[in-house]
């Protein structure tokens, strides 16, 4: 056991410049690459930081946005509601509107149909009680209608001759009128018949199709008229009974 | 049998004799240099870390840690010192597996250079420290009856740094060659094993006790600072 003093020396010098080596292939790369990922740890730690604070105010703005929105959605739908339950109630009014003025329509329709019905009725209905009496009358009693209402006129006026005469004052003149010409036979009774009590009177006959058939005397301020309207006033009462009775059958299901 | 690798002249360069311990040290800072160069050329910030790399950063950073325990605040410069001795003596000691490898450390050459640097270093560092006043205060505390003791202890810090060391080393080489006379087939292999402990082990405390030896020259003297002498029996 003995120390080497050059070897000792040698050694230290080994020593030193392997401290040098290792300083500079070793240490200060190693130490400096650490220093450079922890610089750069905390670079990214802190942009990390920020980007939550960016992202926490991102947020808060965003949930902001979404309370606002959705307010303004609600605000939109109730808008939107009240809208549409103040359009459906305007349609409906005009609905209901129509239909009133519909009904009215038809109403009124059914009026003018009716009027209408009611004197197509009295006419037809006048023509044909003219007609079966006619018939009847021709066959029954083999007499013609117009003659007889002749007679009939002439027997009329007999009693009430007087008032004739006062209601014609002045008056000279008579015209008879009815539905179709009368018969020259019952020309000859009627104007006999005035004659004999109004003596020097002159009569004229005319015809009327809208008159009702029978006949009307027209002396000075005197009217006076035989026709059917009496009859078919009554016939048409019972047809719009009949037909009164008839609607009030086919509304009964309806009502049920 | 040879007892120290400086007796043994491997070969001369330009007349030098070159030593087994001078060469196999060569060797030790050629595979620490080598390995260093390898893993830190590619080294660049945005190269990530490989595991060689992740390798090295754990054992500077275990030697940095180590030193941080006993030094409050240390410089660089003494990571660069007390890192390379601990590298330094590791090496030598775990290439003690490789057949035909002699450790420099077990020299009483190798040994006594490494003392006489920490040696030298225990007031380099503290002249840096507190200043070539401030470091001479510290001979005189806390009297100036202890200026003397103050300058042996000095002394005899290197003298047992030197001699533990050699003495585990060479003792763990010398019993080993021993035993390989004695049974050359199991015994080597168990001593070889408990060489690499005692070597880790050795260059743990050697490393240890001249960074406690520097800072306690570089930080002011604290009470807590008398059990220095038990760190030293290790």
């Known amino acids: 056991m003995s120390i080497d003093w050059i070897t000792v020396a040698a050694q230290i010098g080994n020593f030193l410049v392997l401290i040098w080596l290792l300083k500079r292939f070793l240490y200060r790369p190693i130490l400096d690459g650490i220093d450079a990922r922890e610089s750069e740890i905390t670079q ?21 946005q979404l309370s606002d929105l959705r307010f303004r959605q609600s605000e939109m739908t109730d808008s939107a509601q009240q809208q549409a339950e103040a359009q459906r109630d305007s349609l409906l009014a005009e609905a209901h509107q129509r239909l009133e003025r519909e009904r009215q329509d038809w109403a009124i329709h059914l009026d003018e149909e009716r009027a209408k019905y009611i004197a197509k009725l009295h006419k037809a209905g006048a023509g044909a009680l003219l007609s079966l009496t006619r018939k009847a009358l021709c066959d029954l009693a083999d007499q013609n209608l117009e003659t007889q209402m002749a007679h009939h006129l002439v027997t009329q006026i007999t009693p009430m001759a007087a008032d004739l005469h006062r209601a014609a004052g002045s008056c000279n003149a008579a015209l008879v009128t009815s539905h179709a010409a009368l018969t020259p036979a019952a020309q000859e009774i009627v104007t006999t018949g005035l004659q004999q009590q109004f003596p020097g009177i002159a009569v004229e006959y005319a015809t009327d199709a809208a008159q009702a058939p029978g006949l009307e005397l027209r002396l000075g301020g005197a009217e006076l008229a035989w026709t059917v309207d009496s009859y078919v006033d009554d016939l048409a009462a019972l047809i719009e009974e009949q037909l009164a009775a008839g609607a009030d059958l086919k509304a009964q299901p309806h009502e049920i | 049998m040879t007892l120290s690798p400086d007796q043994t002249l491997l070969f001369e360069i330009w007349g030098i004799a070159i030593n087994a311990t ?4 060569w060797v030790v800072m050629a595979v620490l240099t080598g390995a260093s160069m390898l893993v830190t050329r590619n080294l660049r910030p945005d190269v990530p870390p490989n595991r060689w790399r992740t390798t090295l950063e754990v054992i500077v950073q ?28 590791a090496a030598s000691n775990l ?3 490789i057949p035909g490898f002699t450790p420099p450390t077990s ?3 190798t040994t006594t250079a490494l003392a006489l640097a920490v040696v030298l270093a225990v007031p380099l560092f503290g002249i840096t420290s507190r200043g070539i006043g401030g470091y001479l205060k510290t001979y005189i505390q806390p009297s100036f009856v202890m200026l003397p003791f103050n300058i042996i202890s000095e002394f005899t810090r290197g003298i047992s740094l030197t001699m533990r060391l050699y003495g585990n080393i060479m003792s763990g080489a010398v019993i080993a060659a021993i035993l390989l006379s004695v049974a050359p087939f199991f015994f080597p292999v168990v001593m070889d094993l408990l060489g690499l402990l005692t070597g880790m082990i050795q260059a743990y405390i050697f490393t240890i006790l001249a960074t406690v030896y520097i800072s306690s020259a570089t930080s002011p003297a604290k009470p807590s600072q008398s059990a220095l002498p038990e760190k030293e029996t290790l």
Do not use: W
Request: glycine letters at 4%.
């Open chain 1, 44 to 64: 990214r730690m802190q942009a990390a930081v920020v980007a939550k604070e960016q992202a926490a105010e991102a947020e808060a703005d965003f949930r902001e």
């Open chain 2, 22 to 25: 001078i060469f196999y040290t």
């Open chain 2, 62 to 89: 275990g030697i940095q840690e180590q030193i941080q325990e006993i030094a409050p605040n240390p410089s660089r410069h003494l990571l660069y010192f007390a890192g390379t001795l601990f590298l330094f003596i």
């Open chain 2, 95 to 97: 290439l003690l597996v």
């Open chain 2, 107 to 109: 020299s009483l050459s």
